[in-house]
């Protein structure tokens, strides 16, 4: 709900506002300030407005040490011996994510997986490649949200070669403006990412995965307008990373941006399409520039990232009121929460805390300390070694606050 919300949020600007808010009794009486408050996303815990911005992964790193949104669970590397399976293998990402796992991973057993399976454009090609670096890959054609047919497809990974990573690039587009989403949309593109990234969870989670990557979108993380359906999805799948992450297990979403791809799902981009992502203060990013931000966030122990390029100097929604690179702290004017959220028991502040669920502390750059029983879950992230341009960051989200949420309400201003 919180990526379709955003996206109608994006497509009708200042008409609403979305608002989490706990069972507080400072909460309620908070409720009211916040639905008059141009700010348009805010979080209420015990009386208190947060509201969220975009902070550069770099500045978490540097203010923590190391990155905390996963409960103290140590990354692994991806055992040789091991089979990695990867969803939507047949689609462009997929075959260059599964070129790079064999040969800067080591992974010698790529199961890939696909709707077409070994009848994929491309595959017998790459299967050809992976062979000659030394990898047996495996081409299955199989549904990943087909619960059964998925099921049965782990079962074939041979006991020799245990299943040791998932990488879930697969997802589909079907693009509209909320009122012209029918159901049939909406489960097209929830099918890929939501019932298949569940099925995925709920199969493997017995047994001992060092990566489980899911390739999420910012569509999600800011909304975007004309992809509601998708933005949705994919908020799904970072929720789904930090409930993972608080369970102890592995878990990795990737909130991309564009890529610089003339295949897969931006193959039907029209010039308007990429004129308006580059409005959004989105720069396409070129296959290595994702390959190192992958290797950087599985490294890692955070639980979603915004692995993208940013350019909000060069774009027009900059300024618009809460778009969402106006929320990008150092890169020009901030937008503080109203002063109507201020009140004698709710004090409007902006703040980072660590990952969900709670920790014991609270000590991260761009933070206020504030400690609550509920606090609204962010994500952080580290950078080492990739230049400022490329470098992820993390963004505040509230979908895994209630998982699935609850207590949400959300407001209209006409």
Not at 67 to 93: E, Q, W
Not at 254 to 261: E, F, K, R, V
Request: charged residues 20%; proline residues 7%.
């Amino acid at each position: 709900m919180w990526g379709l919300l955003r996206s109608v949020q994006t497509e009708n600007p200042g008409r609403f506002s979305l608002i989490d808010i706990d069972d507080h009794p400072a909460s309620a009486g908070a409720l009211a300030r916040a639905l008059t408050s141009s700010e348009p996303q805010t979080a209420l815990r015990h009386g208190v407005a947060y509201v969220p911005r975009l902070v550069r992964a770099s500045h978490a790193a540097a203010a923590t040490g190391t990155a905390t949104a996963t409960a103290g669970r140590a990354p692994r590397r991806l055992h040789p011996d091991g089979t990695v399976l990867v969803t939507g293998g047949s689609g462009s990402l997929g075959m260059a994510f599964a070129r790079h796992l064999v040969v800067a991973h080591g992974v010698r057993h790529p199961l890939l997986v696909g709707r077409r399976g070994a009848d994929a454009p491309g595959a017998a090609e790459l299967r050809a490649e992976l062979t000659g670096l030394g990898a047996e890959v495996e081409v299955a054609a199989c549904d990943v949200a087909d619960r059964t047919a998925l099921a049965a497809l782990l079962a074939s990974v041979p006991e020799a070669h245990p299943l040791t990573g998932v990488v879930h690039t697969a997802g589909v587009l079907d693009d509209g403006v909320v009122p012209a989403l029918t159901q049939e949309r909406l489960d097209r593109v929830l099918r890929p990412k939501v019932d298949a990234g569940l099925a995925l969870h709920e199969l493997t989670r017995g047994g001992d995965l060092a990566v489980f990557a899911l390739f999420s979108s910012v569509a999600g993380v800011f909304g975007s307008g004309g992809q509601a359906n998708y933005a949705a999805a994919n908020s799904f799948l970072d929720a789904l990373a930090q409930h993972r992450g608080a369970l102890g297990l592995p878990g990795t979403s990737l909130a991309w941006g564009p890529w610089q791809q003339s295949g897969g799902m931006t193959a039907g981009l029209r010039d308007t399409d990429l004129r308006r992502m580059a409005r959004s203060g989105f720069v396409p990013l070129r296959i290595e520039e994702g390959l190192s931000l992958f290797d950087t966030a599985v490294e890692g122990q955070d639980a979603v990232l915004v692995t993208a390029r940013l350019d909000p100097a060069e774009t027009r929604a900059f300024g618009a009121p809460g778009a969402p690179l106006s929320r990008v702290p150092g890169r020009g004017p901030v937008r503080r929460a109203s002063a109507s959220l201020t009140g004698p028991a709710s004090k409007a502040r902006t703040l980072c805390a660590d990952g969900w669920p709670p920790r014991p502390r609270v000590n991260a750059v761009f933070c206020s300390s504030r400690r609550s029983e509920r606090k609204p879950p962010w994500h952080s992230a580290t950078a080492r070694g990739i230049p400022p341009s490329r470098r992820t960051a993390r963004w505040p989200s509230w979908a895994s606050t209630h998982w699935p949420p609850s207590n949400c309400a959300t407001g209209s201003r006409r």
